[in-house]
């Protein structure tokens, strides 16, 4: 055999190490997608979705994916995020990370008695926030013991879930996006910069992905219709498939987006359950 041949054949077995490697660890090499399904649940809002759930001015929403549960901000109070999870059955033990779109008490106001309801496995929580953090949320999250991520840009949570870092210029705000087998699920707070441009912001982000809900706060209760309707427009051109309007989107954006989206439209609430990439 040449010393030629030999060298090839080193460069071959490399090769197919490499391409077993691809197929054995897909979360590893792969670009990271939330494989498998992914949910949804609303567990705070200004409506209830179901009997027997509390209602207040705020938002969160528990995202559960196959490589973890993410709290998506915490609402503005504490005792009814939890009773609302208890009556969902669901338990705030199985939360890795929380994540908040921004500081005000309307998404923030839950988060001490959720770490404190997590209790000791509080240090094994992540809380991501948009930089820069206020000194408030520094202090809580050091009080509980968990661990405080300050993020500005693109910044993956867990596989397949990503924060914008802050979107916008007046309020500092991030939205939560998941990149699942259907395409990206895009949570937002308040959208304060505008869910146009927050929805524009992530398909820069995670470019060429399609974008197959987005759900939560589209802060259009002071809107007008004849600028409603161009969000709504808006929406559809940037190819949103199903949208979810919660929390401060207000009655006459939801009507619209009814309207437009037809079976697409989901009506939100605290207990309405969303599921991707089945
Ligand atoms: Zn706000
Ligand atoms: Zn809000």
């Known amino acids: 055999m040449s010393r030629r041949s030999a060298i090839q054949r080193v460069f071959a077995a490399i090769a197919l190490g490499a391409a077993l490697l691809l197929v054995l660890l897909p979360g590893v090499s792969m670009p990271a997608r939330a ?71 309307d998404h923030t106001g839950g988060l001490t008695a959720l770490l404190a309801a997590i209790g000791r496995g509080a240090g094994e929580v992540e809380v991501v926030v948009p930089a820069p953090v206020p000194e ?25 879930v990503f924060g914008t870092g802050s979107l916008g210029g007046g309020i500092p705000e991030q939205a939560l996006v998941v990149d699942t087998a259907e395409g990206l699920a895009v949570v937002t707070g308040c959208a304060h910069p505008g869910v146009l441009r927050v929805v524009e912001a992530v398909r ?29 427009d808006g929406l559809r051109r940037l190819g949103v498939q199903r949208v979810a309007p919660s929390h401060c989107s207000g009655p006459a954006a939801r009507r619209l987006f009814e309207a437009e989206f037809g079976a697409d439209f989901i009506a939100g609430g605290a207990g309405s359950v969303v599921r991707l990439g089945r």
Not at 50 to 58: D, I, K, N
Not at 215 to 224: E, I, N, P, R, S
């Open 136 to 160: 408030t949320i520094r202090r809580q999250v050091a009080a509980a013991g968990a661990r405080l991520r300050s993020v500005s840009g693109r910044a993956e949570i867990l596989p397949g």
């Open 35 to 105: 494989a498998g399904p992914v949910r949804i649940v609303t567990v705070y809002d200004n409506e209830a979705a179901g009997p027997g759930l509390a209602t207040g001015w705020g938002f969160a929403a528990l995202v559960s994916t196959p490589g973890g549960t993410v709290l998506f901000d915490t609402g503005r109070d504490g005792a009814a995020l939890l009773a609302n999870m208890t009556r969902l059955g669901l338990d705030p033990n199985a939360i890795r990370s929380v994540v908040l779109s921004h500081a005000h008490s």
């Open 204 to 232: 820069v982000q995670h470019a060429g992905r399609p974008v197959a809900l987005v759900l939560g706060g589209f802060h259009l209760y002071k809107t007008g219709t004849a600028e409603i309707a161009r969000v709504v």
